[in-house]
């Protein structure tokens, strides 16, 4: 809008008498100004004297971009204003003469033009200061985008129950949205290789995941690589995290002074990348240190604010929980991984006339172990039981009743029983003891002697034999009794030609069963396996793996053996 009036003596319009503007304004709580046409302060108000920090003396006569020449650029608009006379409303951002917390203030400003018969002789501006609603609406946003943060988080983070991959998860949500530079570091798992000892005072971690943003991905790595070991001083970020539980905010421009020299030439190969300043959260759970999450900003990047911390440590224990589980998982996965792989690697001794040759192989690291076992049992007469089972279930029970089962079938072995009479046995054996886990399981005596295999199953897959030189293999269907622990017996053996030469090859449900495929096509396949004479039984399992194994489910287990070729023998006669 235009203000008209008459002109006064000083060519100001003549409603602008000073003392009839201090009436109009000096209350007001808006800050009101009123600039000639060559914006220079004619009058000001109390608020704006306030607003400024300067009293209203050091106004008058001085021009705009005198008064406040960090404003300067206002300047134009005022002009702007005088030229056409339409009203501008504009956000100032900056500072003025006035002491205030904020590090930049905001105001409304808003300018009309002062007209005087038809021409312009000045300008009346109206400022409002809005940097209080300005930080609120500013951290709504920012509040609402770490909102969006944390349940994003929910999805993006724990999708699997691998320790590491759950890491490279983490520091990959953080990048870039949150930090330039992160890093999970994690104490060492309790099971598996040992660690060598740290320095006193020097805490060792893992360095389980690392993620720059752009150029600075390739950069950070020579700080850790995944998988290495990294040793955090006694006066770093990381160690004292650790030690408090509680985040720690690390301005390296300003905390660098009185650093151990390995602490201090860390942030210095930082700040040479121009990484300013970190933020380390401990991961935890159950009350237990994981490790902890480093999040840098680099310049550039706004500081971390005190929200920052806040919602860096709900995502830090958030992704501890996932990360628990993770490292949980691992812990059990690792114990059974060992025990199983102790039982399967039990040295047994020389075998003159029998080969034998042996492979495990689990589905997947992400996949609990099973308990998939086999055994070598010498007998009396040169004969040795052979046995392949299948313990119902995962994790550490099923390699435990892994082991009982095994245990249990050795006991049996040396009474001299036909393969049905030692399942029976066992069968009645796993009952009592309370064991609950069920268990398949296929055993197989081979008479060098007779030619002959002995054969028994209790709710295993059937036995498979290569003849030598054969076009193909013999995939032998035997009775098949109840799986064992089930108390139900009713077992039975059965003889099958087996002269020197042939190879007996026992296998488990991992190998050949394929979801949505019928069980006995799938081990009909196993018909097509051949071995030359005198070829190695190494050679035809890895033919095995290599045909069956690559798109398993589950884990497998493998047993190949033979009587070795040779001249005629003759059963020794017992001496008495």
Not at 47 to 62: D, K, V
Request: charged share 25%; with cysteine; aromatic share 6%.
């Amino acid at each position: 809008m235009l203000l008209q009036a008459d002109t006064c003596d000083d060519g100001m319009p003549s409603f602008f008498d000073p003392r009839t503007v201090a009436a109009l304004f000096d209350g007001n709580p808006a800050a009101v100004a009123v600039l000639d046409h060559d914006l220079r302060y004619t009058y000001v108000n109390p608020a704006l004297e306030r607003l400024n920090g300067l009293p209203a003396e050091s106004h008058i006569g001085r021009t705009f971009s005198q008064v406040l020449p960090e404003l300067r650029g206002q300047a134009s608009a005022l002009r702007d204003v005088l030229a056409d006379g339409k009203p501008r409303e504009e956000t100032i951002q900056g500072q003025t003469w006035a002491a205030a917390e904020a590090d930049q203030r905001f105001w409304r400003a808003t300018y009309h033009r002062l007209d005087a018969d038809g021409a312009a002789c000045g300008l009346m501006a109206i400022v409002v200061e809005i940097t209080d609603l300005t930080r609120q609406r500013e951290e709504l946003a920012e509040a609402r985008g770490h909102v969006a943060l944390l349940s994003t988080a929910a999805v993006r983070i724990g999708t699997t129950l691998d320790m590491d991959t759950t890491c490279r998860e983490l520091a990959a949500f953080v990048v870039p949205d949150f930090a330039d530079v992160a890093a999970v570091d994690v104490f060492p798992a309790e099971v598996g290789h040992s660690v060598r000892r740290a320095e006193p005072g020097v805490v060792r971690l893992r360095r389980a995941a690392v993620r720059g943003d752009g150029e600075l991905d390739e950069q950070v790595q020579r700080f850790g690589h995944s998988g290495e070991y990294v040793d955090f001083a006694a006066d770093s970020a990381v160690t004292r995290c650790l030690a408090e539980n509680e985040p720690v905010l690390d301005d390296w421009e300003n905390h660098l002074s009185g650093r151990s020299g390995s602490t201090a030439g860390r942030i210095t190969a930082s700040r040479a990348l121009g990484l300013r300043e970190a933020l380390v959260v401990p991961l935890t759970a159950r009350g237990r240190p994981l490790g902890a999450l480093t999040l840098v900003r680099a310049d550039g990047s706004p500081a971390f604010s005190d929200q920052d911390v806040a919602v860096a440590r709900e995502l830090a224990v958030r992704a501890g929980v996932d990360l628990d589980h993770a490292r949980r998982y691992d812990h059990e996965h690792s114990i059974a991984r060992e025990l199983q792989r102790s039982l399967l690697s039990e040295p047994w001794g020389p075998h003159p006339h029998v080969e034998i040759a042996t492979r495990y192989r689990p589905a997947d690291e992400g996949v609990l172990v099973g308990g998939d076992w086999f055994d070598v049992v010498p007998l009396k007469d040169g004969r040795h039981l052979k046995a392949m089972g299948d313990v119902m279930g995962h994790g550490v029970e099923a390699a435990v009743a892994m082991s009982q089962y095994r245990s249990l079938l050795r006991l049996l072995a040396g009474d001299d029983l036909h393969p049905h009479q030692i399942l029976e046995q066992l069968d009645i054996m796993v009952e009592r003891s309370g064991l609950d886990r069920a268990a398949t399981c296929l055993l197989a005596v081979v008479d060098r002697f007779g030619g002959v295999c002995e054969v028994a199953s209790a709710g295993h897959l059937p036995p498979v034999f290569i003849d030598p030189g054969a076009a193909g293999a013999r995939v032998v269907p035997v009775p098949v009794g109840p799986p064992l622990g089930t108390g139900f017996g009713g077992y039975r053996t059965a003889s099958v030609p087996c002269g020197p030469g042939t190879v007996l090859f026992m296998y488990t449900d991992g190998l050949v069963e394929r979801r949505g495929e019928d069980i006995d096509v799938s081990v009909g396949r196993l018909a097509s396996l051949t071995l030359p004479r005198g070829g190695r039984l190494e050679d035809l399992l890895d033919q095995v793996l290599d045909r069956f194994g690559d798109d398993a489910e589950d884990d497998i287990a493998v047993l190949a053996s033979r009587i070795r070729e040779g001249p005629p023998v003759v059963r020794p006669t017992p001496t008495e």
